[in-house]
């Protein structure tokens, strides 16, 4: 079935290092949402992209979007100890309107 | 503003029984969104309300059912509990439905099944 392929699974970087995770979709997708859910904790949106090749920042966190639609990738420079959670992707798939997640990234910092 | 309420947070229940989930938008909110999260499966797309109707539909069986009322209040239903269904439900809300737009999600209703 449709599925997003998100790596990787775990990352630990050391604090001041950039990280970096990517969301493959089997299928194209209208758009695609980033959330970040910190451990005990709910959701919390942080981005949609919807253009082909559509670049977001916020602070130090980049956003892309893929040229067919299809990849995302979510990049953080300079992590610092607040980025610690899991980062995942959701996207609705443009076929036939079928909302898909990643299994997310869990980001640790080493301090 | 008050964020999206979830009830109950946390539930036991035996295979077999069934459960009703209740989530309060955030006011002003028409869409509500429900999902379920699982270790190994991580989050999943249950269904989508808007304005008492559903939008859309995750592949899930039919024992899970939802229904939203005029007040934009909505509950998910699970009949004949299986121990699979042991997960965190997520209700999540947005001003216009569709997957578009910022979401808002609850903490959670934390089921599991004996």
């Known amino acids: 079935g449709q599925q997003v392929m998100q790596i990787p699974q775990y990352q630990h970087v050391q604090e001041g290092e950039d990280f970096t995770t990517y969301c493959n979709s089997s299928t194209t997708l209208s758009n695609i949402q980033w959330y970040k859910q910190r451990p005990g904790g709910h959701p919390v949106f942080l981005i949609q992209l919807v253009k082909s090749g559509e670049v977001k920042k916020q602070k130090r966190l980049t956003f892309q979007f893929g040229e067919a639609k299809k990849n995302s990738s979510l990049h953080i420079t300079a992590t610092q100890t607040t980025d610690v959670g899991t980062y995942f992707c959701a996207g609705l798939t443009s076929r036939d309107d079928k909302i898909i997640f990643g299994k997310g990234t869990r980001l640790h910092i080493l301090p | 503003k008050a964020g999206v309420t979830q009830t109950p947070r946390y539930l036991i229940k035996t295979r077999g029984q069934q459960v009703t989930l209740s989530c309060s938008p955030i006011?002003?909110?028409?869409?509500v969104s429900w999902y379920q999260q699982t270790p190994g499966q991580g989050l999943q797309f249950l269904f989508e309300?808007?304005?008492?109707?559903?939008?859309n539909k995750g592949n899930f069986p039919g024992r899970f059912s939802g229904r939203q009322f005029s007040n934009s209040r909505s509950e998910m239903n699970v009949s004949t509990l299986e121990l699979g269904d042991s997960a965190l439900y997520l209700c999540a809300s947005r001003l216009a439905g569709g997957w578009t737009g910022e979401l808002f999600f609850g903490e959670g209703s934390r089921l599991t099944v004996l």
């Open positions: 006011s002003g909110h028409r869409s």
């Open positions: 309300y808007f304005s008492e109707t559903q939008r």
